[in-house]
């Protein structure tokens, strides 16, 4: 069964960092595109950032210098640090497989920033 577990989130004032956590079972991690997604409130859901299975990132323009993807293999899991937050961030915060066939999703974790 394949499942994705976040966790991390929580309220920060404006300015602060947070470290989300995503941890993967039931699939092949280490050759898995890896997304964080985030949903604001009355809006859609958007793309934060990306990882490859080799370690290429990408992400949205509005967290560029201030958040950072990253993976490790060994413990199969994908992380977002989110520094210098503004209250534009606060939002459910999704972690995404691509698997060959289909994508799975997380259950979220709820980000708030306070101004």
């Known amino acids: 069964q394949v499942q994705l577990v976040e966790s991390g989130g929580g309220l920060v004032q404006a300015g602060g960092s947070l470290r989300l956590s995503c941890a993967a079972s039931?699939?092949?991690?280490?050759?898995?595109?890896m997304r964080w997604y985030r949903q604001a409130p009355g809006k859609q859901r958007e793309l934060v950032a990306g990882?490859?299975?080799?370690?290429?990132?990408n992400y949205a323009d509005s967290v560029k210098g201030r958040f950072t993807i990253s993976r490790n293999n060994v413990k199969n899991s994908v992380y977002l640090q989110m520094d210098s937050l503004k209250p534009e961030d606060t939002g459910v915060y999704y972690c995404?497989?691509?698997?060959?066939?289909?994508?799975?999703w997380g259950q979220g974790t709820l980000v708030t920033v306070s101004s």
């Open positions: 995404n497989a691509q698997l060959p066939a289909r994508e799975v």
């Open positions: 039931g699939i092949i991690f280490r050759t898995t595109h």
């Open positions: 990882i490859s299975s080799g370690g290429s990132t």
